[in-house]
């Protein structure tokens, strides 16, 4: 149980809660039965944590943010479900997380080193990676994926089981219901991609020829022409190639065979 010097008098804990000792909570805030919270988190003002939720270490939660109430999902009859945040997560206000269903893993993940700014909603079965940023109020539905370092930008909505791939970026407002490649740039409604994330690869340390051969994947999947098939074989013809690359070349060529409802093109 956290200390309780570190914990507001008006905060209410269940006694069943499992706070490290160095969990700060704020004022009025509501932590149920079955939440575990790890070391140097801080629970924010009138926050209210349920469920079965588990949260890492050195995450900053800020006031008002519903983390671990059940899904908004009709078929949801009270099955065992959780969510799951890693650690040095930082939540903005007003963010509501919810917990996961059986029609899939059963969780939300949310892993590490997240920048998630206020009105954001992750809803359930949402696989969220590391190093993310998501502007206010993007919008999750169930079951999304987002690789890691994926940013979305504000009012950003994404449609259910769509997957949006590592180092992906999204403009304002952006309406994605479309699968979105790894290193692709998009905007809009309808979505549209309009280049690749040149300048957010360099900041990541990518080498130039990792640039090189990224620049070559979204020429050949959006600017000559070519079927989606004939894309991959040309994509596979990278790797040897440009061998420096071909751990990019192999993630994007996962991503478009695992692709369920089709890449945005």
Same mark, same amino acid.
């Given at each position: 149980?956290?200390?309780?010097?570190? !914990?507001?008098?008006?905060? @209410?804990?269940?006694?069943?809660?499992?706070?490290?000792?160095?969990?700060?909570?704020?004022?009025?805030?509501?932590? *149920?039965?079955?939440?575990? !919270?790890?070391?140097?988190?801080?629970?924010?003002?009138?926050?209210?944590?349920?469920?079965? =939720?588990?949260?890492?270490?050195?995450?900053?939660?800020?006031?008002?943010?519903? @983390? *671990?109430?059940?899904?908004?999902?009709?078929?949801?009859?009270?099955?065992?479900?959780?969510?799951?945040?890693? #650690?040095?997560?930082?939540?903005?206000?007003?963010?509501?997380?919810?917990?996961? =269903?059986?029609?899939?893993? *059963?969780?939300?993940?949310?892993?590490?080193?997240?920048?998630?700014?206020?009105?954001?909603?992750?809803?359930?079965?949402?696989?969220?990676?590391?190093?993310?940023?998501?502007?206010?109020?993007?919008?999750?539905?169930?079951?999304?994926?987002? %690789?890691?370092?994926?940013?979305? *930008? %504000?009012?950003?909505?994404?449609?259910?089981?769509?997957?949006?791939?590592?180092?992906?970026?999204?403009?304002?407002?952006?309406?994605?219901?479309? #699968?979105?490649?790894?290193?692709?740039?998009?905007?809009?409604?309808?979505?549209?991609?309009?280049?690749?994330?040149?300048?957010?690869?360099?900041?990541? %340390?990518?080498?130039?020829?990792?640039?090189?051969?990224?620049?070559?994947?979204?020429?050949?999947?959006?600017?000559?022409?070519?079927?989606?098939?004939?894309?991959?074989?040309?994509?596979?013809?990278?790797?040897?190639?440009?061998? #420096?690359?071909?751990?990019?070349?192999?993630?994007?060529?996962?991503?478009?065979?695992?692709?369920?409802?089709?890449?945005?093109?």
């Amino acid at each position: 149980m956290a200390s309780e010097s570190l !914990i507001h008098p008006t905060a @209410l804990i269940d006694g069943n809660a499992q706070l490290d000792s160095s969990v700060r909570v704020g004022p009025y805030a509501v932590i *149920g039965p079955k939440v575990r !919270i790890g070391a140097n988190t801080s629970i924010g003002a009138h926050c209210v944590i349920t469920g079965d =939720t588990r949260i890492g270490c050195d995450n900053q939660i800020f006031q008002f943010a519903s @983390l *671990g109430a059940q899904p908004q999902d009709k078929k949801y009859a009270g099955e065992p479900t959780r969510l799951e945040i890693g #650690d040095r997560n930082t939540v903005r206000e007003f963010c509501t997380f919810n917990t996961g =269903t059986v029609q899939d893993a *059963g969780v939300t993940r949310i892993g590490s080193d997240n920048w998630i700014m206020a009105y954001v909603h992750i809803a359930h079965d949402c696989i969220v990676g590391d190093s993310t940023i998501l502007a206010n109020n993007a919008t999750l539905a169930g079951h999304v994926h987002l %690789g890691d370092w994926v940013i979305l *930008g %504000g009012l950003t909505g994404v449609h259910q089981f769509t997957h949006v791939g590592a180092h992906a970026m999204a403009g304002f407002a952006s309406h994605i219901s479309q #699968d979105v490649p790894p290193f692709m740039m998009v905007d809009g409604n309808p979505l549209a991609v309009r280049g690749f994330n040149a300048e957010g690869l360099r900041r990541r %340390g990518f080498s130039a020829q990792r640039v090189a051969a990224i620049k070559q994947m979204h020429r050949l999947l959006y600017r000559q022409g070519l079927t989606l098939e004939a894309a991959k074989d040309e994509i596979l013809a990278l790797r040897a190639e440009m061998p #420096d690359a071909a751990a990019d070349v192999d993630s994007m060529l996962d991503f478009l065979r695992h692709s369920t409802r089709g890449i945005v093109r």
